[in-house]
């Protein structure tokens, strides 16, 4: 039998499943962009000219070799069964027959991938006969690599649970790896007297070999594993066109947990909560899920204790939305309301019942003197100021709306302050009006939780008036169980992780300093000063648009930000709102941001 040249493992299962309402089927032969996954990886592996592949198919073949005959575009294709498979698979393909006539390097995979061709040739063009692809995404895999700096494996650790966190070094294989044949040879050899998982398989691997084994970056999005329906998803959309990337993330309010994207658009408290509290929620899930939560009265105690205020002054809802919502449905208010802000609250309402006091666009700062005689000037019966305002960032003073809100009181007109982002300010809770509630009964405060503590899933908020009177009303528009168990017994935990969490409000108001300190320094970038977690940013003059950077950034950076075209504004689409997350993901947007910005810079020097 003659060498090979270039070999090919596939490692695959088809009794792992993919399940819909509507189908069954082997996860190999799961379609992104209407090619199986196992397809698509064999006319790829064709195309690069690897010779001969073979798929090692664990237990039984099922359906996986329907769809193939032994040829494919040139290259000769197997199927094997491995009826005994060891505990890695990479211990798998080491045993593969073929291994003993092949002569060029061994391509292998472990995974159900769906892989950028481009990956696939830079891999067979590497020098290093023997390397591992990683990244840090894939952090539910079961073996962690670590390397020097010259990017050599120095040692393979077993994954990590749910309350260690990866250190800045760990990183995790793709199921992808390129190996000489005399290192599959000896690990074969030597599998006998280990445990044949993959982790002994990279002992045995460093421990036997001379030649060392390196690690190889996977770019962003240029690999996708594929074990349930939400990665399939995933897949289509990372391999989708750049225009269909966009539309899908246009149209989304969340949910972008589903796509392989980083996302500066969700306003939550990156820092919060830590590990060790999702640790704790574990342990009560069953009970959690099986059974009904509490009523309203119930829950209303456990965040009367939080925010420090009488429970009847509560009303508790599945997050600010729904509390806007039932305030409107009771008050039928005619709104006045300071744009560009929080777009829920013109949206609740048909559009003449909203009336849009446009702030000033050199600090889109409140003047709350004129802002109140606008309000009786329409005869508004709701006033509402987001505060920090969204997406401004910008604070108005404890002493401001205490004026604005005896001004408004004269004509009998409700202020509502939406406070989701008061703990995020310099100064924290002591801008809040909360402890002046009862001098101002004509005054509402509407709250997120899911922002100041990283929770927005749990769809918590609450309102809060000392008008016990249309506090009983908004309750009556609200479902008798609109919190689910878990954000309930979240409220329980918390108290457990206070001083996590005021660690984290410090956390990210340095975050925030340092953004935008990075953002402006971005050449024609203007930042407005924010008392928030996220910055405005008026974009330089060159640029096309704001909804166009958007895009590129979707679609070539792989990173979500929001454009403000969308705002009731002058120039909205010369807006970005950026909220703040970690540092590395705070300078990787910095990075692409100027990377914009120099192509728009070298378009305009061209045409001049």
Same mark, same amino acid.
């Given at each position: 039998?003659?060498?090979?040249?270039?070999?090919?493992?596939?490692?695959?299962?088809?009794?792992?499943?993919?399940?819909?309402?509507?189908?069954?089927? *082997?996860?190999?032969?799961?379609?992104?962009?209407?090619?199986?996954?196992?397809?698509?990886?064999?006319?790829?592996?064709?195309?690069?000219?690897?010779?001969?592949?073979?798929?090692?198919?664990?237990? *039984?073949?099922?359906?996986?070799?329907?769809?193939?005959?032994?040829?494919?575009?040139?290259?000769?294709?197997?199927?094997?069964?491995?009826?005994?498979?060891?505990?890695?698979?990479?211990?798998?393909?080491?045993?593969?027959?073929?291994?003993?006539?092949?002569?060029?390097?061994?391509?292998?995979?472990?995974?159900?991938?769906?892989?950028?061709?481009?990956?696939? @040739?830079?891999?067979?063009?590497?020098?290093?006969?023997?390397?591992?692809?990683?990244?840090?995404?894939?952090?539910?895999?079961?073996?962690?690599?670590?390397?020097?700096? @010259?990017?050599?494996?120095?040692?393979?650790?077993?994954?990590?649970?749910?309350?260690?966190?990866?250190?800045? @070094?760990?990183?995790?294989?793709?199921?992808?790896?390129?190996?000489?044949?005399?290192?599959?040879?000896?690990?074969?050899?030597?599998?006998?007297?280990?445990?044949?998982?993959?982790?002994?398989?990279?002992?045995?691997?460093?421990?036997?070999?001379?030649?060392?084994?390196?690690?190889?970056?996977?770019?962003?999005?240029?690999?996708?594993?594929?074990?349930?329906?939400?990665?399939?998803?995933?897949?289509?959309?990372?391999?989708?066109?750049?225009?269909?990337?966009?539309?899908?993330?246009?149209?989304?309010?969340?949910?972008?947990?589903?796509?392989?994207?980083?996302?500066?658009?969700?306003? %939550?408290? %990156?820092?919060?909560?830590?590990?060790?509290?999702?640790?704790?929620?574990?342990?009560?899930?069953?009970?959690?899920?099986?059974?009904?939560?509490?009523?309203?009265?119930?829950?209303?105690?456990?965040?009367?204790?939080?925010?420090?205020?009488?429970?009847?002054?509560?009303?508790?809802?599945?997050?600010? *939305?729904?509390?806007?919502?039932?305030?409107?449905?009771?008050?039928?208010?005619?709104?006045?309301?300071?744009?560009?802000?929080?777009?829920?609250?013109?949206?609740?309402?048909?559009?003449?019942?909203?009336?849009?006091?446009?702030?000033?666009?050199?600090?889109?700062?409140?003047?709350?003197?004129?802002?109140?005689?606008?309000?009786?000037?329409?005869?508004?019966?709701?006033?509402?100021?987001?505060?920090?305002?969204?997406?401004?960032?910008?604070?108005?003073?404890?002493?401001?709306?205490?004026?604005?809100?005896?001004?408004?009181?004269?004509?009998?007109?409700?202020?509502?302050?939406?406070?989701?982002?008061?703990?995020?300010?310099?100064?924290?809770?002591?801008?809040?009006?909360?402890?002046?509630?009862?001098?101002?009964?004509?005054?509402?405060?509407?709250?997120?939780?899911?922002?100041?503590?990283?929770?927005?899933?749990?769809?918590?908020?609450?309102?809060?008036?000392?008008?016990?009177?249309?506090?009983?009303?908004?309750?009556?528009?609200?479902?008798?169980?609109?919190?689910?168990?878990?954000?309930?017994?979240?409220?329980?935990?918390?108290?457990?992780?206070?001083?996590?969490?005021?660690? *984290?409000?410090?956390?990210?108001?340095?975050?925030?300093?340092?953004?935008?300190?990075?953002?402006?320094?971005?050449?024609?970038?203007?930042?407005?000063?924010?008392?928030?977690?996220?910055?405005? %940013?008026?974009?330089?003059?060159?640029?096309?648009?704001?909804?166009?950077?958007?895009?590129?950034?979707?679609?070539?950076?792989?990173?979500?930000?929001?454009?403000?075209?969308?705002?009731?504004?002058?120039?909205?689409?010369?807006?970005?709102?950026?909220?703040?997350?970690?540092?590395?993901?705070?300078?990787?947007?910095?990075?692409?941001?100027?990377?914009?910005?120099?192509?728009?810079?070298?378009?305009?020097?061209?045409?001049?």
């Amino acid at each position: 039998m003659g060498m090979v040249q270039s070999l090919a493992i596939v490692v695959t299962d088809p009794r792992q499943m993919i399940s819909t309402w509507n189908d069954r089927f *082997s996860v190999a032969l799961g379609f992104v962009s209407g090619t199986s996954v196992l397809r698509r990886l064999l006319s790829q592996l064709a195309l690069a000219g690897v010779q001969k592949t073979i798929v090692l198919a664990l237990k *039984s073949m099922g359906d996986v070799g329907s769809d193939f005959g032994g040829d494919l575009n040139g290259m000769e294709l197997c199927f094997r069964v491995l009826p005994t498979p060891n505990a890695g698979r990479l211990v798998d393909a080491a045993t593969a027959e073929e291994i003993a006539d092949a002569d060029g390097d061994v391509l292998v995979f472990t995974e159900n991938l769906v892989i950028d061709f481009s990956l696939i @040739e830079r891999l067979l063009r590497s020098s290093d006969h023997n390397a591992v692809v990683v990244d840090k995404s894939h952090a539910k895999r079961s073996l962690r690599i670590l390397a020097d700096k @010259e990017m050599r494996v120095k040692a393979t650790l077993p994954k990590c649970s749910v309350t260690q966190k990866n250190a800045s @070094e760990d990183l995790a294989p793709v199921g992808l790896y390129k190996f000489e044949p005399a290192l599959l040879r000896s690990i074969a050899r030597n599998r006998q007297h280990r445990l044949n998982d993959d982790l002994e398989f990279f002992e045995v691997a460093l421990g036997i070999h001379a030649r060392q084994i390196h690690v190889m970056h996977a770019e962003p999005q240029r690999v996708m594993t594929v074990n349930d329906a939400v990665d399939l998803e995933a897949a289509n959309f990372a391999f989708s066109s750049d225009t269909d990337q966009f539309a899908t993330v246009e149209r989304l309010h969340g949910g972008y947990w589903r796509y392989p994207v980083r996302e500066h658009i969700l306003l %939550c408290n %990156c820092h919060f909560p830590p590990a060790a509290l999702f640790d704790r929620l574990s342990e009560r899930l069953p009970e959690l899920l099986h059974l009904y939560p509490s009523g309203h009265r119930e829950i209303a105690s456990r965040v009367a204790a939080m925010a420090d205020l009488p429970a009847e002054y509560l009303a508790i809802g599945n997050g600010t *939305s729904e509390l806007i919502k039932a305030l409107y449905g009771h008050l039928k208010p005619r709104v006045v309301i300071p744009t560009p802000t929080f777009v829920e609250y013109q949206n609740a309402l048909a559009p003449n019942k909203v009336i849009s006091f446009k702030l000033p666009a050199d600090n889109f700062d409140l003047d709350v003197d004129e802002f109140a005689r606008f309000a009786k000037a329409r005869e508004a019966s709701v006033a509402v100021v987001v505060n920090p305002n969204n997406p401004t960032g910008r604070l108005v003073s404890v002493e401001d709306l205490r004026r604005l809100a005896s001004s408004l009181a004269t004509a009998k007109c409700r202020l509502v302050i939406d406070e989701s982002f008061i703990e995020f300010s310099d100064a924290g809770k002591e801008n809040s009006l909360e402890g002046f509630l009862s001098e101002y009964p004509n005054t509402i405060i509407l709250k997120s939780l899911g922002k100041i503590f990283g929770l927005g899933g749990a769809r918590l908020g609450y309102l809060a008036s000392a008008d016990n009177q249309l506090v009983h009303e908004v309750r009556r528009h609200l479902p008798l169980w609109n919190i689910n168990g878990i954000a309930e017994y979240l409220l329980w935990l918390l108290p457990e992780f206070r001083d996590e969490w005021k660690a *984290s409000l410090r956390h990210t108001r340095a975050g925030i300093a340092s953004f935008s300190r990075m953002l402006s320094a971005i050449p024609g970038f203007k930042v407005l000063p924010s008392q928030a977690n996220y910055l405005f %940013c008026r974009i330089p003059d060159a640029w096309t648009g704001a909804k166009h950077a958007a895009e590129v950034l979707a679609t070539q950076h792989g990173v979500l930000v929001r454009h403000c075209g969308y705002q009731s504004m002058r120039d909205g689409d010369r807006y970005l709102r950026l909220t703040a997350r970690t540092d590395e993901d705070n300078s990787y947007l910095v990075s692409a941001l100027r990377q914009i910005n120099d192509e728009f810079g070298s378009r305009q020097a061209a045409s001049s």
